[in-house]
C-alpha cells in the first residue's frame, strides 16, 4: 500500500500550531503520515518530500508560487485560510482571498461558513464543487470539548486576575508585529 503524505503550511505558528495539530491527529487515525513546516520550508524542500496532500494557509496572489511549485511536484493542494474568520465583508474576502489565477490549483477550499460558502459559490460557479464549509479546528478548541487543553493557562490567569471573559479578536492591521507603518505598506502594495 502506497504511504500517504499530508504536508501542512504554517504561516503563524502561535495562532495555527494547535488547530492543525487536531488536523495531524485525525490524518494519523486514518493512516497519513504528516510533515509541518512554514510554506518558505516546503518550498524550498518539495523536491526532497514525498507527494502528498499540500494543505496551504491561503491562496491569494502573492500565495501563486508556492501553489505552482507544490503542484509542479506533484502535489494535491488543499486550502484552509487562517485569514477568514474575521474580515471586513464577504466582498473583500472573495476579492482578496482567492482568485481564477489560484484557484485552479486547488482541489478544495474549506471554509469558516455556509455564508462564506455561498459566497465564493457565487463568485466562482464553475468551481463549486471544491468549496467546502468545514470550520476551522483553532475555533474547535474554544469548545466545552477542550476545557481541559486550556485548563493550566486558565487556572493561573484566573489566580492572577480573577473571574473572566475570553474575547478573541483580530485587529492585524492594528497590531502587526511589523508596526503600523510596514502594515500600512504592506496593504497598499497588495490591495493597490
Given at each position: 500500500m502506497k504511504?500517504?503524505?499530508?504536508?501542512?503550511?504554517?504561516?503563524?505558528?502561535?495562532?495555527?500550531?494547535?488547530?492543525?495539530?487536531?488536523?495531524?491527529?485525525?490524518?494519523?487515525?486514518?493512516?497519513?503520515?504528516?510533515?509541518i513546516g512554514s510554506r518558505q520550508a516546503?518550498?524550498?524542500?518539495?523536491?526532497?518530500?514525498?507527494?502528498g496532500i499540500f494543505l496551504c494557509k491561503s491562496a491569494s496572489n502573492i500565495d501563486k508560487i508556492y501553489l505552482d511549485y507544490a503542484k509542479r511536484f506533484g502535489n494535491e493542494i488543499v486550502c484552509l485560510d487562517e485569514e477568514g474568520f474575521v474580515e471586513s465583508s464577504l466582498d473583500h474576502l472573495v476579492k482578496y482571498r482567492l482568485n481564477i489565477d489560484t484557484i485552479k490549483y486547488l482541489k478544495k477550499y474549506f471554509l469558516?461558513?455556509?455564508n462564506q460558502k455561498l459566497a465564493f459559490e457565487k463568485a466562482y460557479p464553475t468551481h463549486k464543487k471544491i468549496f467546502i464549509n468545514s470550520g476551522n479546528p483553532r475555533v474547535?478548541?474554544?469548545?466545552?470539548?477542550f476545557l481541559n487543553f486550556y485548563g493550566n493557562v486558565f487556572n493561573e490567569i484566573k489566580k492572577k486576575y480573577g473571574s473572566f471573559i475570553l474575547i478573541p479578536t483580530s485587529f492585524s492591521p492594528a497590531n502587526h508585529y511589523y508596526g503600523p507603518q510596514k502594515r500600512l505598506n504592506m496593504f497598499s502594495n497588495i490591495y493597490s
Open positions: 504511504e500517504k503524505w499530508l504536508l501542512i503550511s504554517l504561516e503563524i505558528f502561535h495562532r495555527e500550531i494547535y488547530g492543525k495539530s487536531l488536523i495531524i491527529s485525525e490524518a494519523l487515525k486514518n493512516n497519513y503520515k504528516c510533515i516546503f518550498f524550498k524542500n518539495f523536491k526532497f518530500l514525498p507527494n469558516w461558513g455556509n474547535d478548541l474554544w469548545t466545552n470539548n
